[in-house]
Nanobody, 114 residues
Framework: QVHVRESGGDLVQAGGSLRLSCLIS????????TGWYRQTPGKQRELVAG???????NYTESVKDRFTISRSHARNTVYLQMNNLKPEDTAVYYC????????WGQGTQVTVSS
């Protein structure tokens, strides 16, 4: 069974940095599609950054040059390094993996104060 657990969310001032971690069990992160999504109240969940099944990386335009997604095969973990955070980055961030179905974590709250 696949389990997804995010961590690293926090309250940070604008311009600050955070690193989110997504520990996955029951699947191999380096062999499939994985990504970070975010959601704010009343809005649809959006892809922030992700690896496609071929290993290429995609970023939503608003985070390019500020966020970096990476993954560790040894730790079976996906990371999201977020720099120069802005108040509009405030959201619940979710990790997802595609492994015989799509699995989601519970989310981690990121709040950026101005």
């Amino acid at each position: 069974q696949v389990h997804v657990r995010e961590s690293g969310g926090d309250l940070v001032q604008a311009g600050g940095s955070l690193r989110l971690s997504c520990l996955i069990s029951g699947a191999i992160v380096s062999r499939t599609e994985t990504g970070w999504y975010r959601q704010t109240p009343g809005k649809q969940r959006e892809l922030v950054a992700g690896f496609n099944i071929g290993g290429s990386i995609n970023y939503t335009e608003s985070v390019k040059d500020r966020f970096t997604i990476s993954r560790s095969h040894a730790r079976n973990t996906v990371y999201l390094q977020m720099n120069n955070l802005k108040p509009e980055d405030t959201a619940v961030y979710y990790c997802s993996i595609l492994w015989r179905g799509r699995f989601w974590g519970q989310g981690t709250q990121v709040t950026v104060s101005s």
